[in-house]
């Protein structure tokens, strides 16, 4: 399946503060497994694919200001970056680049990813998807577990994350709760799930009308 340049719409509200550390370290989380998913999908192996999102990350992300250079105006920023990213990879191809310059780089060679796409840009896309559905699950655990609702969490773990054999009465067993309440549980941490998974998305795309698109199109993205 191939999913267009405007996949997802632009991360604009990080975009216009990247220049304050904050923002700034947060788009870059979201983009560091996407750059290496693409560049794995083009054939290279763990080693010059972290090589080449490395040098991409150090010279024309951070280097030449490639965040400060977007305008809205010209639509998805994830459209430009992929631009910038093919030229990239042409001339780390052409060059031979092997460049370590970014001081707090991942070890990406660790990195498992998904490359069984004929597309690249279909991995790009997924693997940002999947990054934002890490956010979205992270922050419900914690909001979970604020709330003094950590058994509500676990059973909502494992049903919907990794579903277990035995059902309700395993849950109960392992979490405490009662077997009857256990369906009611997880439909309160779903609710949950989707309420701050739009809010992330939310800060993506800076405009709310594009939300349940946008919601739609993660969740068929990981369901791909």
């Known amino acids: 399946m191939r999913q267009s340049d405007g996949f997802l719409t632009t991360d604009w509200s990080l975009v216009r503060k990247a220049h304050d550390s904050g923002a700034l370290e947060?788009?870059?989380?979201?983009?560091?497994?996407?750059?290496?998913?693409?560049?794995?999908?083009?054939?290279?192996?763990?080693d010059d694919a972290a090589d080449i999102t490395q040098s991409f990350v150090a010279t024309v992300l951070l280097g030449r200001g490639l965040f400060e250079q977007?305008?809205?105006?010209?639509?998805?920023?994830?459209?430009?970056?992929?631009?910038?990213?093919?030229?990239?990879?042409?001339?780390?191809?052409?060059?031979?680049?092997?460049?370590?310059?970014?001081?707090?780089?991942?070890?990406?060679?660790?990195?498992?990813?998904?490359?069984?796409h004929d597309d690249p840009e279909d991995a790009f896309h997924l693997e940002w998807s999947r990054q934002i559905m890490n956010e979205a699950l992270e922050k419900v655990r914690q909001v979970c577990l604020a709330a003094d609702q950590g058994a509500h969490w676990r059973a909502f773990e494992l049903k919907v994350l990794g579903p277990i054999r035995g059902g309700a009465e395993q849950i109960a067993a392992e979490t405490g709760l009662e077997a009857e309440a256990i369906s009611q549980r997880v439909q309160t941490v779903k609710r949950k799930m989707q309420?701050?998974?739009?809010?992330?998305l939310l800060a993506s795309v800076g405009d709310e009308r594009d939300i349940e698109v946008e919601f739609e199109k993660v969740l068929q993205s990981l369901k791909s």
């Open 70 to 116: 977007a305008e809205q105006e010209r639509g998805s920023f994830r459209a430009f970056l992929l631009t910038c990213l093919r030229n990239h990879l042409t001339d780390a191809v052409r060059q031979k680049a092997k460049i370590r310059q970014f001081s707090t780089a991942l070890d990406l060679s660790a990195i498992r990813v998904d490359i069984d």
């Open 26 to 46: 947060r788009l870059l989380s979201h983009y560091w497994t996407p750059i290496y998913a693409y560049v794995r999908a083009k054939g290279h192996g763990p």
């Open 195 to 200: 309420g701050i998974l739009r809010e992330i």
